[in-house]
C-alpha cells in the first residue's frame, strides 16, 4: 500500500497530541484509516499541542520515516479552531460511529468500530488510540513508516553499537510521580524484581539497558548486576527522546513500564524471539494500564 500524495480526494487529517508514545498511536491508526479508505494522511501537528500548558509537548515525528504532508491552517479548522472543532464534534456525537465524519475516540478500551469505517471525503481522527489492533493489518507499513533516522552523534553510536553486541535487555522506568513518595502510578520495585528474576531465568548473561526519564533514581533494592547494566542517560530533553527510543528498539529483549514509550520501544524491535515483560493489567489497582487491546498477547504480564 502507498501513501496518496495530494491526487485523491479523500483525506484523513489526524490530530498528533501527548508524548512520543501517544503520538505514535495517533499516526499509526491514522495510517491505517488513510490507507483503506484510499485517502491522503494528513498530519495537524499545532493544534493537539496549542493548550497543553501542564506539559508543553509540541510534535516530535520529524525523526522517523513519515512522508505525510502537514496540515494548512484551514485543516486544522483556523480560525476559530476550539469552536469550530467543539461543533463538529457535537454534529458526529448524534451520527452511528461509522458515519460520522469526526472521529473521536470514546473510553479507553479497544474500539473495533474504528476499523469497520470506510467513507469518502474528509474524515478527522482525534484521540489516543493506543493498541496494535488499530493497525495490525498493516503492520509492515507502519514498520517502514516509523523507522527511525539515527541520531548522528558519538554518544548514541557507541551506545547503539555496545547494545547490539550483547544480550541487550531494555529496561525502562518511567516516575509518574516523585519517586519515594506513595503512588498508585509508578511501577512497583517489585515488579522489576519479577521481571529480573525472569530474563536471568531466560536469558544467558542479560545486559541490561536502563532507560528512565529520572536516571538518577532506581530502586536501592532492585540490585541489578553492577557489571551487566548500563544507565542510559546521556539524552536529555522531549527533543532527543527519539534517540533514547532508537537506542531501545535495538536491544533484544524488554522489561517496559507502565509507558507508551516504552511499549514502543519494544513493539518497533525487530527481533522475533524477543521476550517483553509488562506490569500487569492492574497497577496498584488501577487498570488504566492493561486496558482491553494495549498489551500484545505474546506479552509476559507480570
Same mark, same amino acid.
Given at each position: 500500500?502507498?501513501?496518496?500524495?495530494?491526487?485523491?480526494?479523500?483525506?484523513?487529517?489526524?490530530?498528533?497530541?501527548?508524548?512520543?508514545?501517544?503520538?505514535?498511536?495517533?499516526?499509526?491508526?491514522?495510517?491505517? %484509516?488513510?490507507? #483503506?479508505?484510499?485517502? $491522503?494522511?494528513?498530519?495537524? @501537528? +499545532?493544534?493537539?499541542?496549542? /493548550?497543553?500548558?501542564?506539559?508543553?509537548?509540541?510534535?516530535?515525528?520529524?525523526?522517523?520515516?513519515?512522508?505525510?504532508?502537514?496540515?494548512?491552517?484551514?485543516?486544522?479548522?483556523?480560525?476559530?479552531?476550539?469552536?469550530?472543532?467543539?461543533?463538529?464534534?457535537?454534529?458526529?456525537?448524534?451520527?452511528?460511529?461509522?458515519?460520522?465524519?469526526?472521529?473521536?475516540?470514546?473510553?479507553?478500551?479497544?474500539?473495533?468500530?474504528?476499523?469497520?469505517?470506510?467513507?469518502?471525503?474528509?474524515?478527522? %481522527?482525534?484521540? #489516543?488510540?493506543?493498541? $496494535?489492533?488499530?493497525?495490525? @493489518? +498493516?503492520?509492515?507499513?507502519? /514498520?517502514?513508516?516509523?523507522?527511525?533516522?539515527?541520531?548522528?552523534?558519538?554518544?548514541?553510536?557507541?551506545?547503539?553499537?555496545?547494545?547490539?553486541?550483547?544480550?541487550?535487555?531494555?529496561?525502562?522506568?518511567?516516575?509518574?510521580?516523585?519517586?519515594?513518595?506513595?503512588?498508585?502510578?509508578?511501577?512497583?520495585?517489585?515488579?522489576?524484581?519479577?521481571?529480573?528474576?525472569?530474563?536471568?531465568?531466560?536469558?544467558?548473561?542479560?545486559?541490561?539497558?536502563?532507560?528512565?526519564?529520572?536516571?538518577?533514581?532506581?530502586?536501592?533494592?532492585?540490585?541489578?548486576?553492577?557489571?551487566?547494566?548500563?544507565?542510559?542517560?546521556?539524552?536529555?530533553?522531549?527533543?532527543?527522546?527519539?534517540?533514547?527510543?532508537?537506542?531501545?528498539?535495538?536491544?533484544?529483549?524488554?522489561?517496559?513500564?507502565?509507558?507508551?514509550?516504552?511499549?514502543?520501544?519494544?513493539?518497533?524491535?525487530?527481533?522475533?524471539?524477543?521476550?517483553?515483560?509488562?506490569?500487569?493489567?492492574?497497577?496498584?489497582?488501577?487498570?488504566?494500564?492493561?486496558?482491553?487491546?494495549?498489551?500484545?498477547?505474546?506479552?509476559?504480564?507480570?
Amino acid at each position: 500500500m502507498r501513501q496518496n500524495k495530494g491526487r485523491s480526494l479523500n483525506k484523513v487529517i489526524v490530530r498528533i497530541k501527548g508524548g512520543i508514545g501517544n503520538q505514535l498511536f495517533c499516526y499509526a491508526a491514522a495510517r491505517r %484509516l488513510a490507507l #483503506v479508505n484510499d485517502a $491522503e494522511l494528513v498530519i495537524d @501537528d +499545532v493544534t493537539g499541542f496549542a /493548550r497543553d500548558h501542564q506539559y508543553r509537548r509540541g510534535y516530535m515525528l520529524d525523526r522517523f520515516n513519515i512522508t505525510a504532508r502537514k496540515a494548512t491552517p484551514a485543516e486544522r479548522l483556523e480560525l476559530f479552531e476550539r469552536y469550530r472543532r467543539g461543533w463538529m464534534k457535537w454534529l458526529s456525537r448524534r451520527k452511528p460511529f461509522v458515519e460520522r465524519l469526526y472521529l473521536e475516540r470514546d473510553g479507553m478500551d479497544f474500539d473495533e468500530r474504528l476499523l469497520q469505517v470506510k467513507r469518502k471525503g474528509t474524515l478527522y %481522527l482525534d484521540g #489516543v488510540w493506543q493498541g $496494535e489492533g488499530y493497525f495490525r @493489518d +498493516v503492520e509492515e507499513v507502519i /514498520r517502514e513508516d516509523l523507522r527511525i533516522i539515527p541520531p548522528p552523534d558519538e554518544s548514541n553510536q557507541i551506545m547503539s553499537e555496545k547494545i547490539k553486541n550483547c544480550q541487550a535487555v531494555g529496561m525502562h522506568m518511567r516516575w509518574f510521580d516523585a519517586p519515594g513518595n506513595p503512588s498508585a502510578h509508578n511501577v512497583s520495585a517489585d515488579y522489576y524484581k519479577r521481571a529480573t528474576a525472569l530474563m536471568e531465568e531466560r536469558v544467558d548473561s542479560p545486559h541490561y539497558f536502563v532507560f528512565s526519564d529520572r536516571s538518577d533514581v532506581v530502586p536501592k533494592d532492585l540490585a541489578l548486576p553492577s557489571g551487566r547494566t548500563t544507565f542510559v542517560s546521556h539524552n536529555r530533553g522531549d527533543e532527543k527522546a527519539y534517540a533514547d527510543l532508537w537506542l531501545m528498539s535495538q536491544c533484544r529483549h524488554f522489561i517496559i513500564a507502565n509507558s507508551t514509550f516504552s511499549w514502543w520501544g519494544a513493539w518497533l524491535a525487530e527481533k522475533w524471539k524477543k521476550i517483553v515483560v509488562c506490569p500487569s493489567d492492574e497497577v496498584q489497582g488501577i487498570t488504566w494500564w492493561g486496558f482491553k487491546g494495549l498489551l500484545p498477547d505474546s506479552w509476559i504480564k507480570s
